[in-house]
């Protein structure tokens, strides 16, 4: 059997550089400045401008602050970056106003927006160039009806601008959302009694958000989830995955030691601490990927400026031109990384180090011992 490792390696790499690599392609026209605090905001959800200067404003503002990261088109840049195409499907003009100006997670504040370029932005990212709807009602569409290749086109549409950041976009599993093609739940559906209030309600606990389509716009997206669940049936005979028995090959005591000696790993993990019930929440491939390349582990970062004033934090953004962190109040600070000098304290460079050292048994026996850790 072919080594399963090298794919999981190779993708989890991929995660870890992909949004870097692709930010240091482009240029930085003004470095973030710290958003200390947010300035008040005229009301975003008061009557959007329609006219052209207005959208073409919008999509002057949207240029210079907010394509670097999120895509030109507004597409998006996986899996650091998500698209906002439909992305008034998921917040209010308010909402998107308040993380335009305070930021959010590892996007920076811009208070610097003044109030008619922000109209002017929630204006152009409210405009769609995704497939109008289909004119057949949901309650005409059934069965057959429902699986119309016009149909399941328009929903793929709202699916990759919506979905398929976290299940991928043939709806096969994403970088944190499952593989929808094989979900019961997909499965049991009929006509979208099952999926559509999963998409109007969203799963809070699993981090997925509500989103607030038309009837219509549901039909369509149950159609296209439909229709790759059928295309991926069609696989007959083909390996669409890694299957949980091929990972539960090593030896448990050998993993176990290794935990505890030459891997390190318990230098900084606990199996009573933090991987308590880690394969409770996570199988497979999926534990494999997290052991090899962890997802969402911080980094702490200390800053020095010109004048000596030290700031810790942790780091929120990082590039070839900008370094920025969270202090412990919250708020984002940032510096050219030319102005400045900063250490960088990742955990996860730990597994980075482990990869050229790693052999096939060290990674089965590994992941027999985390298994057991439910």
Request: hydrophobic fraction near 35%.
């Amino acid at each position: 059997m072919k080594r399963i490792e090298e794919a999981a390696l190779v993708a989890a790499m991929a995660v870890g550089t992909l949004g870097f690599s692709v930010i240091g392609l482009r240029s930085i026209e003004q470095p973030i400045q710290a958003a200390a605090q947010s300035p008040t905001t005229t009301t975003a959800t008061s009557q959007r401008p329609t006219s052209a200067t207005t959208e073409d404003a919008g999509a002057t503002v949207y240029a210079k602050q907010c394509a670097i990261c999120h895509g030109d088109q507004r597409e998006g840049i996986l899996p650091a970056f998500p698209p906002l195409l439909g992305i008034q499907h998921q917040l209010t003009d308010d909402k998107i106003a308040e993380i335009i100006h305070k930021g959010k997670g590892r996007m920076p504040g811009f208070p610097q927006i003044q109030p008619q370029e922000l109209t002017a932005l929630l204006h152009f990212l409210g405009t769609s160039e995704m497939p109008g709807p289909s004119t057949t009602t949901a309650a005409e569409s059934s069965g057959a009806e429902a699986h119309a290749s016009g149909l399941a086109e328009a929903g793929g549409s709202l699916f990759r601008q919506n979905c398929a950041f976290c299940h991928g976009r043939d709806a096969m599993g994403g970088e944190t959302g499952p593989d929808l093609t094989q979900s019961k739940l997909v499965q049991a559906d009929v006509n979208g009694d099952k999926i559509s209030p999963v998409i109007k309600e969203g799963r809070i606990e699993k981090k997925m958000p509500a989103f607030n389509f038309s009837s219509q716009e549901l039909l369509s997206l149950v159609a296209f989830i439909h229709a790759r669940e059928t295309a991926a049936a069609s696989q007959k005979g083909k390996r669409r995955g890694v299957e949980v028995s091929d990972l539960q090959t090593g030896n448990l005591q050998a993993g176990k030691e290794y935990f505890n000696g030459a891997g390190g790993c318990a230098k900084c993990h606990s199996p009573t601490g933090d991987l308590a019930g880690i394969a409770s929440r996570y199988q497979g491939l999926r534990l494999e990927e997290r052991m090899l390349y962890p997802r969402d582990a911080t980094s702490k970062v200390t800053v020095t400026t010109p004048n000596g004033k030290t700031i810790d934090g942790t780091l929120a953004y990082r590039d070839e031109f900008v370094i920025g962190l969270r202090d412990a109040d919250g708020t984002y600070h940032s510096w050219p990384v030319r102005k400045v000098k900063f250490k960088v304290d990742s955990p996860v460079d730990a597994h980075v180090e482990l990869f050229p050292k790693y052999s096939d048994d060290d990674i089965h026996n590994l992941m027999a011992y985390l298994q057991t850790l439910r």
